[in-house]
């Protein structure tokens, strides 16, 4: 069976709450989101979070800041999002948190008359060696560690992003997250770049979506949910239902647990 899990949410600020809830569930896991002050690494209690564990019999995965930016033109930004994931590798290392999940930025964009200019696509040799840097320490960190770290699809990848993700999968620590949802919006336009790399894919962001409505209880939507739950079978990933409120949960746990994962 894959594994199934659900994020923390905004309803349910105590973590005990997210815990039972996802016991109660059946599910197998909670995502730490790291955008939210109360799981930032400085504030995580790894004590509390192991005897949650342990009371519920669940484990967690761990959902990097979105603005993470290990690319940024100023060293001492770039310094601080890598420091991060560090101080998180130690702590994921301490819950035994397989995953790390993260998005990769698309940095500042310049607005010209005719088209939108990507600082990153500009200057190609800072940002890829700022990648290459991102990736060793990161291989450093973890070593041998069962943690991987998985890039998610957001708002389209553009060429130079699909160049990072080559750089980072050099590594056998990093892999790839497919959010289902986010692809849907833009028109499926990330699923052939997360097929060319389908062996190291290892973790989803399962919501559904219609048109541009995203993160829809599943059952709720028109993508077809199905097509992506024998993809995770064959690349045993992990399952993150990520709907974003209690009732959407219990209603994607209700339609996932009516089908065969």
């Known amino acids: 069976m894959t594994d199934l899990g659900m ?28 955008n939210m002050p109360e799981y930032q690494a400085d504030r995580l209690d790894v004590n509390r979070l192991t005897k949650l564990s342990e009371k519920y019999g ?12 290990v690319s940024d033109f100023n060293r001492h930004v770039a310094d601080a999002y890598i420091n991060t ?15 790390l999940n993260m998005h990769l930025s698309q940095g500042v964009y310049f607005t010209l008359p005719d088209r939108r200019v990507f600082l990153f696509e500009e200057y190609p040799d800072q940002y890829l060696e700022s990648i290459r840097l991102f990736r060793d320490i990161s291989e450093k960190m973890i070593a041998m560690g ?3 770290i998985c890039v998610e699809n957001s708002g389209g990848y553009t060429s130079f992003q699909q160049r990072a993700i080559a750089l980072l ?26 097929l060319q790399h389908r062996d190291r894919l290892c973790h989803f962001h399962f919501h559904d979506a219609l048109d541009k409505k995203d993160h829809l209880p599943l059952g709720a939507g028109e ?23 209690v009732s959407g949960l219990r209603e994607s746990v209700r339609w996932i647990k009516s089908h065969s994962v």
Do not use: W
């Open 169 to 194: 999968l050099e590594s056998p620590v990093f892999a790839l997250t497919f959010d289902i949802g986010h692809n849907h919006c833009i028109g499926g336009a990330d699923e052939p770049v997360i």
């Open 223 to 245: 993508i077809d949910l199905r097509k992506y739950l024998q993809m995770a079978k064959q690349t045993a990933s992990r399952i993150v239902l990520e709907t974003k409120t």
């Open 58 to 69: 669940i484990y967690y995965t761990i959902h990097l800041d979105e603005n993470l930016n």
């Open 85 to 99: 994931v560090q101080e998180t590798i130690s702590i994921a290392r301490r819950l035994q948190a397989p995953v």
């Open 7 to 34: 994020p923390t949410l905004i309803e349910l600020p105590e973590m005990e709450d997210c815990a039972a809830l996802c016991a109660e569930l059946g599910l197998q896991f909670v995502e730490l989101n790291m």
């Open 146 to 148: 069962n943690i991987k």
